[in-house]
T-cell receptor, first 117, second 114 residues
Framework: NAGVTQTPKFRILKIGQSMTLQCAQD?????MYWYRQDPGMGLKLIYY???????DKGEVPNGYNVSRSTTEDFPLRLELAAPSQTSVYFC????????????????FGNGTRLTVT | GESVGLHLPTLSVQEGDNSIINCAYS??????FIWYKQESGKGPQFIID?????DKRQGQRVTVLLNKTVKHLSLQIAATQPGDSAVYFC?????????????FGKGTKLSVIP
């Protein structure tokens, strides 16, 4: 299994440009997540999905959109890039969701490093 | 709001010694805790987890201790090796309604001195 794969690894955007961060997992996990990590900070949840066709906002959703058309893929869309969105973005997946009685850890990709100038 | 924090932002340990990384949490309703290791340029890697109905759990060279009385979590690494150098994060999940996400601490950087 490749686990969680994120592309691209690096990207530089100009203010106002748009882009899609790709995320795919091959572990047949129902739950997928997008986090951002700013320097010296912990991870903050942007959006999550409990299955194909279902998404919900996390702690910091403004400026982002997601879709989940398949179990495997969970792309993150930035429509109008702003300098505040300069960050490292991590996608993760888990076997069961955080509300279930069976807790399982999140598996993370290696991140996309985004700079908006 | 609720938060997860760490006592020490950096920790330097001699190779072969044991390491202890601490984490304080403030949500007494949290029922699940995880430790992650993050190496430079990589995503967080799962190390070990523990549920709130336990106070200790052991893995390979790692032990997690949970003290619910003082809301404290620790990660112990035995015989620390250079490959253990990384940033370590604790994360908690609250129980009940609204507990849809993990809350991560800011991380502790562990440096192993050869």
């Amino acid at each position: 299994n490749a686990g969680v794969t994120q592309t691209p690894k690096f990207r530089i955007l100009k203010i106002g440009q748009s882009m899609t961060l790709q995320c795919a997992q091959d572990m047949n996990h129902n739950y997928m997540y997008w986090y951002r990590q700013d320097p010296g900070m912990g991870l903050k949840l942007i959006y999550y999905s409990v299955g194909a066709g279902i998404t919900d906002k996390g702690e910091v959703p403004n400026g982002y959109n997601v879709s989940r058309s398949t179990t495997e893929d969970f792309p993150l869309r930035l429509e109008l890039a702003a300098p505040s969105q300069t960050s490292v973005y991590f996608c993760a997946s888990s076997y069961s969701g955080p509300r279930s009685s069976y807790n399982s850890p999140l598996h993370f990709g290696n991140g996309t490093r985004l700079t908006v100038t | 709001g609720e938060s997860v924090g760490l006592h020490l932002p950096t920790l330097s340990v001699q190779e072969g010694d044991n390491s202890i990384i601490n984490c304080a949490y403030s949500n007494s309703a949290s029922d699940y805790f995880i430790w992650y290791k993050q190496e430079s340029g990589k995503g967080p890697q799962f190390i070990i987890d523990i549920r709130s109905n336990m106070d200790k759990r052991q893995g390979q060279r790692v032990t997690v201790l949970l003290n619910k009385t003082v809301k404290h979590l620790s990660l112990q690494i035995a015989a620390t090796q250079p490959g253990d150098s990384a940033v370590y994060f604790c994360a908690e999940k609250g129980a009940g309604a609204g507990s849809y996400q993990l809350t991560f601490g800011k991380g502790t950087k562990l440096s192993v001195i050869p």
